[in-house]
C-alpha cells in the first residue's frame, strides 16, 4: 500500500477505525466506552512563529487523526458521599495502541487528586494535562475515567500528534461533562495544558487548527484575538496537492531553540516599545537591535505580511500564486530565523527542482516536516526526487505522503 493511500484512507476510515476502537475498549477495560472522539493533526501552509507573537496563522486540519474512546467511572452506590478521591472515583486510566511497547498497548493510571505537572510522563502527559487544567477550572468537577487512545498522526512529525490528544480528550470531557465551552476557549485550555503541564512554551496554533478547521480549508487565524475565517483552499480543483515530506528528524519544543526563538521575539518588542511583535509595524527601523534580534524580528514582520498576501490570494483564486510566498516564507526561516535543518532545505529546493509550485518547511522545525504545493502529475516525480536526494546526501529514508485539508475535531460516535 502506498503512503498516498494509507493517508486517504486515515480521512475517511475514521467511522471504521472508531468501531474497531470500541470493541478494543471493551477487551481492555471489560465494558463498552460512552463514545469515541477524534481530532485531527494539522499543516501550517504559511504563518510560522507568528502565533506566539500575537500574530496571524493559515494551518489546516488534516486527514489524520488521533481518536479517544473514554467511559467515566460512575460511583458505584457507596460513592455517593461527594468525596470522589475519598471513594477512589477520580481514578484515570490510560491505554494507546499509538506508542505502543511490547504488549502492543502502553497504560498509565492517576488520581486526579495527585496530578502536578511531571506526575504522568510519556503519552499519558498529554490527556493528563488537560485533565489538570479542566479540574482547575472554577466549578468544574472532573471524575475519573477510563480512555484508549490510538492514532494516525505520526510521532515527531511536527503535525502536532500530540496537540491532537490533548483535544480529542478536551473535545470528550467537554461533551461527557456537559461543559459547553467553545472552541477558542478549548484552544486556550489546551494551550495552557501544554504549556504548564506538559512544559513546551508553544503557541495556539495547533490546537486552534485541530479545533477549527473544516474539510476542503485553511483557518486564517488572529492569535491576538482568537477570531478565525475559513479560507478555502481548492488545491484538488486546481490540479494540485500537498505533499507532506516526513523528515524523520525528532525536534522536541520542550528543547531550548523554540523557547530561545521566543525570548528573542519578546526581547525585540520590548527593544521596539511594543507589548509584542504585532504591535511592530511591518517596515520598523530594526537598527537599534543587536544583528540577531533584528533577523528574528524581520521574520516575524514578514511572516505576518505572507500570511495576509497568500489568505489574499486564495481568497482570489489564485492558489498556484500562493507557491513563491511559501518559498520566501521557508528562506525566511532557514536564515532569518535559523529553524530549519539540512534535511528540510534539502527537502524543500528538491521538491521546487522537481516541479513543487511551492514548498517550504512546516511546524516548528529544528526538524519534523516540509509541504510542497505539487502539480497533481508531478506528485510521483517529486516523491522519487525527494527520495532519491535523501539516499545520496546520505539521510534516512524520508516518509512523503498526501494530505488533505479536513474536518476538525469531534465526536466520532
Ligand atoms: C509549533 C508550536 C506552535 C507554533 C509553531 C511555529 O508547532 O506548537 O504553537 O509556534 O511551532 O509556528
Not at 475515567?145 to 470528550?172: K, N, Q, R, W, Y
Request: aromatic content about 4%; overall charge negative.
Amino acid at each position: 500500500m502506498t503512503h498516498q493511500q494509507t493517508a486517504q484512507q486515515a480521512g475517511h476510515d475514521d467511522g471504521t477505525r472508531a468501531e474497531e476502537l470500541s470493541r478494543r475498549f471493551a477487551e481492555v477495560y471489560g465494558h463498552a466506552p460512552d463514545g469515541v472522539w477524534r481530532a485531527p493533526g494539522r499543516v501550517n501552509l504559511i504563518g510560522e512563529h507568528t502565533d506566539y507573537n500575537d500574530g496571524f496563522v493559515l494551518p489546516f486540519a488534516i486527514d489524520r487523526a488521533a481518536l479517544v474512546a473514554v467511559r467515566l467511572r460512575r460511583p458505584d452506590g457507596a460513592g455517593h458521599d461527594g468525596d470522589a478521591a475519598a471513594a477512589g472515583h477520580d481514578v484515570v486510566d490510560l491505554a494507546s495502541t499509538w506508542a505502543p511497547d511490547d504488549s502492543g498497548l502502553t497504560r498509565a493510571r492517576f488520581r486526579i487528586a495527585d496530578l502536578v505537572p511531571g506526575a504522568v510522563s510519556g503519552w499519558g502527559a498529554y490527556p493528563a494535562g488537560v485533565v489538570h487544567v479542566l479540574a482547575g477550572l472554577d466549578g468544574v468537577e472532573v471524575p475519573g475515567f477510563e480512555l484508549l487512545l490510538d492514532s494516525t498522526v505520526p510521532v515527531g512529525a511536527g503535525l502536532s500528534s500530540s496537540h491532537a490528544v490533548e483535544v480529542a480528550t478536551i473535545v470528550a470531557l467537554d461533551d461527557l461533562l456537559g461543559l459547553d465551552l467553545d472552541r477558542p476557549a478549548m484552544a486556550r485550555l489546551t494551550q495552557q495544558a501544554e504549556n504548564d503541564f506538559v512544559g513546551a512554551p508553544t503557541g495556539i496554533m495547533d490546537q486552534s487548527a485541530s479545533l477549527m478547521g473544516r474539510t476542503g480549508a485553511a483557518l486564517f487565524l488572529d492569535c491576538r484575538t482568537l477570531e478565525s475565517d475559513l479560507v478555502p483552499l481548492p488545491v484538488a480543483q486546481h490540479g494540485l496537492t500537498v505533499l507532506v515530506v516526513d523528515t524523520g528528524v525528532a525536534h522536541s519544543h520542550a528543547d531550548g531553540g523554540y523557547g530561545a526563538r521566543r525570548a528573542s521575539c519578546e526581547r525585540g518588542a520590548a527593544a521596539l516599545g511594543a507589548a509584542s511583535l504585532r504591535d511592530v509595524p511591518d517596515g520598523a527601523d530594526l537598527t537599534g537591535l543587536d544583528e540577531e534580534t533584528a533577523r528574528r524580528v524581520r521574520h516575524v514582520l514578514g511572516e505576518n505580511r505572507r500570511v495576509l498576501e497568500t489568505v489574499e490570494r486564495l481568497r482570489a483564486g489564485d492558489v498556484r500564486g500562493i507557491g513563491e510566498l511559501l518559498v520566501a516564507s521557508h528562506v525566511s526561516l532557514r536564515d532569518d530565523y535559523e529553524v530549519s535543518c539540512p534535511e528540510l532545505d534539502l527537502a524543500v529546493d528538491t521538491a521546487l527542482a522537481a516541479g513543487a509550485v511551492g514548498a517550504r518547511m512546516t511546524g516548528g522545525g529544528f526538524g519534523g516536516s516540509a509541504i510542497a504545493l505539487v502539480p497533481a502529475g508531478h506528485t510521483e516525480q517529486v516523491r522519487t526526487a525527494v527520495a532519491e536526494a535523501f539516499a545520496n546526501a546520505g539521510h534516512r529514508a524520508p516518509e512523503v505522503f498526501v494530505v488533505v485539508p479536513g474536518e476538525g475535531a469531534g465526536r466520532v460516535r
